[in-house]
């Protein structure tokens, strides 16, 4: 079935470590974006991709960085993991043109003690 | 950049009629669009604007007026499983979307 996948479901961290949330979408989008959603604030972007070999910074870029290595992975790493990046994260991708749309994974729900 | 408003929450009867408002400003505006949201789940994808007007779907309607910054959305002959949260996102020229913080729908029997 085409879409969108995001592993772990859920994870518990320790402050300090580092963290790799996985996204892998098998409809050939181009662009990709990860979001994080935090209760009263809503959707924010983090780190977007428009095309295989490039990266962009979103809203809230600050302790993740991202690689776009081929077209269907879109890893997002925490390098050393704090508490106030205790979140639910979303996967999201779209073909990149003019009136495209972007399609959600599940999300990773994440809890940094 | 974005700022987009919309209420937090409403409350509606089964089979009634709910308008959620949006209103936003932008600095580069390149459509609107509204996602569904249930609790525990994903954002899906239930409507998209870009020019003045009204978009219907089925039991749902978006209007936008770029003039104005305000965009509804309209949930008719509501559901029990139309309960979610309803998030309001603007696209810029970058083809990036930043959202609102979204609009807690409750239907009620």
């Known amino acids: 079935i085409a879409g969108i996948t995001q592993a772990p479901t859920s994870q518990i961290l320790a402050a300090g470590r580092r963290m790799t949330l996985r996204c892998t979408q098998d409809?050939?989008?181009?662009?990709m974006y990860w979001y994080r959603q935090d209760l009263g604030l809503g959707l924010r972007l983090i780190h977007y991709?428009?095309?295989?070999?490039?990266?962009g910074k979103g809203e809230v870029p600050d302790g993740y960085s991202v690689s776009r290595a081929n077209t269907d992975d879109f890893p997002l790493t925490l390098a050393s993991a704090v508490p106030s990046q205790t979140s639910v994260y979303f996967c999201a991708s779209s073909d990149g043109t003019g009136g495209d749309t972007q399609y959600f994974g599940p999300g990773t729900r994440l809890t940094v003690l | 950049g974005q700022n987009i408003d919309q209420p937090t929450e409403m409350t509606a009867t089964e089979g009634a009629i709910v308008q959620i408002n949006c209103t936003y400003q932008t600095s580069g505006f390149n459509g609107l669009f509204w996602y569904q949201q249930h609790a525990g789940e994903a954002p899906t994808f239930l409507s998209y604007n870009v020019l003045d007007g009204l978009e219907e779907k089925g039991r749902f309607s978006s209007f936008l007026s770029r003039s104005k910054g305000y965009s509804y959305l309209l949930l008719k002959e509501l559901q029990m499983k139309d309960s979610a949260s309803y998030l309001c996102a603007v696209r810029d020229r970058d083809y990036k979307l930043s959202f609102g913080a979204g609009t807690t729908v409750t239907v009620r029997a």
């Open positions: 409809m050939r989008h181009n662009a």
């Open positions: 991709s428009n095309t295989a070999g490039t990266t």
